[in-house]
């Protein structure tokens, strides 16, 4: 599927190199290539993004009955805060909706502003807080669990 002059493509075996070296540069505590595998294995949805031929982002989401759950969804780190974020979220969105999913939900850290902004400015509100969810330098942080209706 191809939105704007990007492309959404299911994730391959052949990605995972690429996509694990990417959440190692991104995140302190990244996913695995395991993770990932492990991902496509139960069916979950996971997603590449390109600009071209050049990957920029990629994504997994899962979805259950009516609802959805954004698990990963990252931009590279030199293609940050250039709208890439909010076209990979919107392409999750349309993709559970048509699913029929008729919630999204994501955990995101409090610490976390650029991405809480991002989500915010697409309409998720946050519902809830689970405690130490996250890994952290100093022990455990929380995460702020949003929802959006789809």
Known sequence: MTVGDFRFVPMQESDLDWVAAQ????????????????????GYSCWMMFDDAEPVGYAVLMRVIDEAHILN?????????GGLGRRLLDHLASTAREAGATQLFLEVRPSNAAAL??????????????????????????????RLPL
């Open 73 to 81: 969804i990252s931009v590279v780190a030199d293609r940050q805060r």
């Open 117 to 146: 902004a991002l989500y915010a400015r697409a309409g998720f509100e946050t519902i809830g807080r689970r405690k130490g969810y996250y890994p952290a330098a100093g022990g455990r942080e929380d995460a702020l669990v949003m």
């Open 23 to 42: 959440d190692r540069v991104l995140y302190p505590f990244p996913w695995s290539e395991g993770n990932f595998s492990d991902s496509m294995s139960a």
